[in-house]
């Protein structure tokens, strides 16, 4: 078969004109300058009562409200296993009305068995892809932090990045990982001077430009084409047509 001839003159047959978009520089800008701080909501994976991975949650919450940030800490103390109670459960509520008011989030595990912990995986169980036309982790940024009590070891974060591709997040390029723990933290639960705590300093940071630079813009940033024929009425009764809601 020849091969067409740049640039392409054989057209695209199989595009909807309708849904198409070309993305550009001007959509970018966000609809409303935005006068509030930037919202971060931090997660942590254990909960026991000398806990390294709040101790590091802590730390991270620290450095950005000390960056002018707002930040709210979910306790995980109460929250039911997924699929252990209803959606409607406190626990559950509290935990979907913080990522929803979150525009960045920070996720820190431990590692448990060789990956993140049960409380950690069932956190982010509990968050919805989608609630109604409501998106509780759709578009917001995300950085991901482990403490392990051994060696160095990257299972847990890297689980977290799969878990924040799945939940559509914009996972920053940088990570923490901070191998014997019970080294890095004082008696008062404060983590030590060193490079492992400069490395926590720089993924805030990151996450606070990354933040800044797509909150008030997530909309569009994740607006995609086949959902916007999803969206399309008779799209939309075909598909409950064939699930068997309404007749053809």
Known sequence: MDKPQQPFSDGMPNLSEAHFQVPSQERMAPPTPLDHAPRFLVLYG????????????????????????????????GLPLPDDATADH???QELRHLSIWSEGQVWVSPERHGNLTGVMKSQIDWLPLSEGSVRPTQGRTLAVMQV????QSFNAVNSLRILGRWMRMVTIPNQSSVP?????????????PGPL????????????????????????????????KEREPERLKGVAADIGFVKR
């Open 46 to 77: 254990s909960l026991r009562e000398r806990s390294f991975s709040r101790f590091l949650a802590y730390e991270a919450a620290r450095l950005l409200e000390a960056m002018g940030g707002e930040v709210r800490i979910f306790h995980a103390d």
């Open 148 to 151: 392990s009590g051994g060696s």
């Open 90 to 92: 406190p626990k559950v």
């Open 197 to 228: 705590y400069d490395r926590v300093v720089d993924v805030c940071e990151e996450l606070m430009k990354f933040t800044l630079l797509t909150r008030g813009r997530a909309d569009y940033l994740v607006d995609r084409y086949s959902e916007r």
């Open 180 to 192: 014997m723990a019970y080294k890095e933290f004082d008696d008062a639960g404060r983590m030590k």
